[in-house]
């Protein structure tokens, strides 16, 4: 499966941004989807995840209330919208997907077998 992560940018603190994730090659309903993002000389790092078959969501505790995972079946899309962005929420945002995830392994980049190509965030203060 190919993923095209879109829509970043850069925004001031307190604005909105939508990022998206389309997949070509396979639909998303055999996998689970999630966003991570990642600072120069960092780690990866767990934002938010779905399972496309139940629509369970997953957070990272510090983004909940502030950003929302969701999908489009008929689009075969996930997205993350993303509120009152701080300046430490700039990174490139990378979308993955995996399969058979149980819930102590969504948070691990590791186990996530496709990646698009990262979209850049930036926000100013």
């Known amino acids: 499966v190919q993923l095209q992560a879109s829509g970043g940018g850069l925004v001031q603190a307190g604005d909105s941004l939508r990022l998206s994730c389309t997949a070509s090659g396979r639909p998303f309903s055999r996998y689970t989807t999630a966003w991570f993002r990642q600072t120069p000389g960092k780690e990866r790092a767990f934002v938010a995840a779905?399972?496309?078959?139940?629509?369970?969501?997953y957070y990272e505790n510090s983004m909940k209330g502030r950003f929302t995972i969701s999908k489009n079946n008929a689009e075969n899309t996930v997205y993350l919208q993303m509120n009152n962005l701080k300046p430490e929420d700039t990174a490139v945002y990378y979308c993955?997907?995996?399969?058979?995830?149980?819930?102590?392994?969504?948070?691990?980049?590791?186990?996530?077998?496709?990646w698009g190509q990262g979209t850049l965030v930036t926000v100013s203060s």
């Open positions: 779905i399972r496309w078959t139940d629509s369970s969501t």
């Open positions: 993955a997907a995996g399969s058979n995830l149980i819930t102590s392994s969504i948070r691990s980049a590791s186990r996530y077998n496709y």
